[in-house]
């Protein structure tokens, strides 16, 4: 049974650039939420999607977007990179039905470099 | 204030000590209570859950909550150069618009030595 997956695992990026990761969640899981973590930090929320739409927004601005397919799979888009977006974002799937806190699976992320 | 304070480190112990890691919370509608391991450059992996007050014990893992001040502890017993890690603390709401979400604490970094 597959775990989280996360594609790149590593990107480097130009400021000003736009750069799109991709996560596949556990199979059964129906709901993604995608973190990012600074270095020397805890991971901070940036939204949740189920059903194809954005259900929770942390506060993150409207450079960061998302995308959630029919298949459950999702995708983050952030344009018009900073330097201070660099840091590990990471993807983690859930169940919707019968939610627990426990319930999450964290992929093992995407470092992105923004020089 | 931040939601969650977890005290970074670092902290370093030889082998077969008892490890106290704890964190402190603001929101009182916080339900589920976990510890995540991360190692280095990798996704957190879920070590412990408490839902509500309590303590939970597994193996040499141990989880205490305590929702009228707001803390929460996990002690490691017999530490062991293998659970050199980053510890990071996590809470989530059991409803409310907040749900589905956790707030993490920063981690602490700990180092057994052998």
């Known amino acids: 049974d597959a775990g989280v997956t996360q594609s790149p695992t590593h990107l480097i990026k130009t400021r000003g650039q736009q750069v799109t990761l991709r996560c596949s969640p556990k199979?059964?899981?129906?709901?993604v939420s995608w973190y990012q973590q600074a270095l020397g930090q805890g991971p901070q929320f940036i939204f949740q999607?189920?059903?194809?739409?954005?259900?929770q927004r942390g506060n993150f601005p409207d450079r960061f977007s998302g995308h959630q397919f029919p298949n459950y799979s999702s995708e983050l888009n952030v344009n018009a990179l900073l330097l201070g977006d660099s840091a590990l974002y990471l993807c983690?799937?859930?169940?919707?039905?019968?939610?627990?806190?426990?319930?999450?699976?964290f992929g093992s992320g995407t470092r992105l470099t923004v020089v | 204030q931040k939601e969650v304070e977890q005290d970074p480190g670092p902290l370093s112990v030889p082998e077969g000590a008892i490890v106290s890691l704890n964190c402190t919370y603001s929101?009182?509608?916080?339900?589920?209570f976990m510890w995540y391991r991360q190692y280095s450059r990798k996704g957190p992996e879920l070590l412990m859950y408490?839902?509500?007050?309590g303590n939970k014990e597994d193996g040499r893992f141990t989880a205490q909550v305590d929702k009228s001040s707001k803390y929460i502890s996990l002690f490691i017993r017999d530490s062991q150069p293998s659970d050199s890690a980053t510890y990071l603390c996590?809470?989530?709401?059991?409803?409310?618009?907040?749900?589905?979400?956790?707030?993490f604490g920063r981690g602490t970094q700990l180092t057994v030595w052998p």
């Open positions: 983690a799937s859930s169940l919707e039905r019968g939610w627990v806190g426990y319930g999450y699976t």
């Open positions: 199979s059964g899981h129906d709901t």
């Open positions: 999607y189920y059903e194809e739409e954005e259900r």
């Open positions: 929101n009182s509608a916080f339900q589920y």
């Open positions: 408490t839902y509500s007050s």
């Open positions: 996590a809470m989530s709401a059991q409803r409310g618009s907040t749900l589905g979400r956790l707030y």
